[in-house]
């Protein structure tokens, strides 16, 4: 095998111990394979050892290494900050979202959403650790931001997104990423039927498990540390 396949095969492992962990069952929890700033050929070895879900961070280079693909059953997500003049590739090329932070933004994909693609599947991404570098809407600002999603057409609101603070404590991690189920619960009680936690990355998948992700999103325990850019 291939030393993405052998990875692909220890994260596999991870996320399923990690289930069983939590009484879960390890079919209800996607392995997003994060693939900003990897080759398409990796890509394609990811492909061949089974992976099907990959995501992306930069606009740019997601533009050109998609049609690179495009002969392959990919699904796409985007993970990545979204510009303003970005978002009618998004819309056209992916069938996921899960960094939406303002109702521009939503409102734009929304209307570039082509009428013969699915619905784009979106999450909202909220900023759990209050830290000024991160994107995000405030805990406190998310339920008018979600109304405003749900209420546009083209677009389907699925959950919440999350990236925490760094933190090599365990409790820490999962004290984090318990705010977010919380939040979707929230939103749930207040009308929404949201079925998706986008949250957990090679350090803190199994706490992420621990708290409810559906979605954990690998990219370096995958293809290895990413080059500078």
Not at 202 to 226: H, P, Q
Request: charged residues 20%; neutral net charge.
């Amino acid at each position: 095998m291939t030393t993405v396949a052998n990875a692909l095969q220890a994260i596999r492992q991870r996320l399923a111990e990690a289930a069983a962990a939590a009484g879960r069952p390890a079919e209800g929890i996607q392995l997003l394979a994060v693939s900003k700033t990897v080759p398409a050929t990796a890509i394609r070895q990811a492909y061949a050892a089974g992976q099907r879900a990959f995501g992306e961070s930069y606009a740019q280079e997601a533009m050109e290494k998609i049609p690179a693909l495009n002969d392959l059953p990919l699904e796409w997500h985007f993970i990545g900050p979204i510009q303003s003049n970005k978002t009618r590739p998004l819309a056209e090329h992916f069938s996921w979202v899960h960094s939406l932070e303002r109702a521009k933004i939503a409102e734009r994909l929304s209307a570039a959403r082509p009428a013969g693609l699915p619905d784009l599947q979106v999450c909202i991404q909220v900023n759990i650790s209050g830290e000024a570098s991160k994107s995000g809407v405030a805990p406190e600002e998310l339920l008018p931001l979600a109304r405003q999603v749900q209420a546009l057409p083209r677009l389907k609101l699925r959950g919440l997104m999350a990236i925490p603070e760094p933190t090599p404590d365990p409790a820490h991690q999962r004290q984090q990423l318990r705010v977010l189920g919380e939040l979707l619960d929230q939103l749930n009680a207040a009308g929404f039927s949201l079925d998706t936690l986008s949250m957990g990355m090679s350090d803190d998948l199994e706490a992420a498990i621990a708290e409810g992700a559906t979605i954990v999103r690998v990219g370096s325990a995958i293809f290895g540390k990413r080059p500078k850019i």
